[in-house]
């Protein structure tokens, strides 16, 4: 059967008209794009550490990283203004324009994807604390961050 009679068949099987994707299926897709794999998920916190100006990176791993992923840094951390959109997604601190990625990018990361991607994988706490706070924060984010 040719592709044409093929998607037919598909179309008649699943039923008529196009449909929107719901937003979970839409965020999976992104997302997931991004961030597939645990190399991928280590590189992505490691480069956002070191944007954050870190000189001591740990990363620790359970059950080879099925378990745990844990990232520890002693980057400048994250004010309280960014916690609402730290994890969603096309939320950046890097970059304001498209033109910004040739003439002022200077870093690992600027898209703003990371954390939505490795959200999307599974639940993600980040403890954070800057230099003019008195204590440490714990945010807690869902899948859909």
Known sequence: ATLAARTCAFQRQRGSGMERLERN???EICT????????ACV?????NSLDAGA????????ESGSEL???VDNGCGVSASDYASLATRHATSKIRAYEDLSSSLNTF???GEALAGICAMGDLTV??????D?????LAYDRFG
């Open 25 to 27: 299926v839409v965020h």
């Open 32 to 39: 997931n794009q991004v961030v597939v794999t645990l190399q």
């Open 43 to 47: 590189k992505e916190l490691v480069e």
């Open 55 to 62: 000189t001591r990176i740990e990363v620790r791993l359970r």
């Open 69 to 71: 992923l844990e990232v």
């Open 109 to 111: 990361g600027f898209r």
């Open 127 to 132: 403890c954070t604390r800057t230099s003019s």
């Open 134 to 138: 008195a204590a440490a924060v714990l």
